[in-house]
C-alpha cells in the first residue's frame, strides 16, 4: 500500500492549488482519505477528508470555503483543491487512507489511519 502526494509548491496569497494523492499497489476504491498538513514547529492536524463512496466529506473550520476535497476512483486519485490560499496555509501536506466499514464515514483524527504518504510541500507567501 503506497500512496504518493503531490503538488505542492510556492503560492502567493490568495493563489490556488491543487494537490493528488494516488494510490499504487491497491484500489482507493474502499478507502477513506484524509489529508493533513503540519506547519514547522506545529503538530500534524486533519484538513480534510472524503468517504469511500464519495458521499460524505469534513472540512476544518479554518479551510471551510476554501479547500474542496474529491476522488477519481478511475484514476485512483484524490484531490485538494485549495483556493485562496493564505500565508498560514504553508505546511507539508499528506494523505493517508484507511479502509472504515462503512462507505459514508471518514475523520480527520491522525489515529484513525493506518496508511500514510510522503508529503508534498506547500508555501503561501509574498
Known amino acids: 500500500v503506497q500512496l504518493q502526494a503531490s503538488g505542492g509548491g510556492l503560492v502567493r496569497p490568495g493563489g490556488s492549488l491543487r494537490l493528488s494523492c494516488a494510490a499504487s499497489g491497491f484500489t482507493l476504491d474502499y478507502y477513506a482519505i484524509g489529508w493533513f498538513r503540519q506547519a514547522p514547529g506545529k503538530e500534524r492536524e486533519g484538513v480534510s477528508c472524503i468517504s469511500s463512496s464519495g458521499g460524505s466529506t469534513v472540512y476544518v473550520d479554518s479551510v471551510k470555503g476554501r479547500f474542496t476535497i474529491s476522488r477519481d476512483n478511475a484514476k485512483n486519485t484524490v484531490y485538494l483543491q485549495m483556493n485562496s490560499l493564505k500565508p498560514e496555509d504553508t505546511a507539508v501536506y499528506y494523505c493517508?487512507?484507511?479502509?472504515?466499514?462503512?462507505?459514508?464515514?471518514?475523520?480527520?483524527?491522525?489515529?484513525?489511519?493506518?496508511?500514510w504518504g510522503q508529503g508534498t510541500l506547500v508555501t503561501v507567501s509574498s
Open positions: 493517508a487512507a484507511e479502509r472504515y466499514y462503512s462507505g459514508s464515514y471518514c475523520a480527520t483524527p491522525r489515529y484513525k489511519y493506518t496508511y
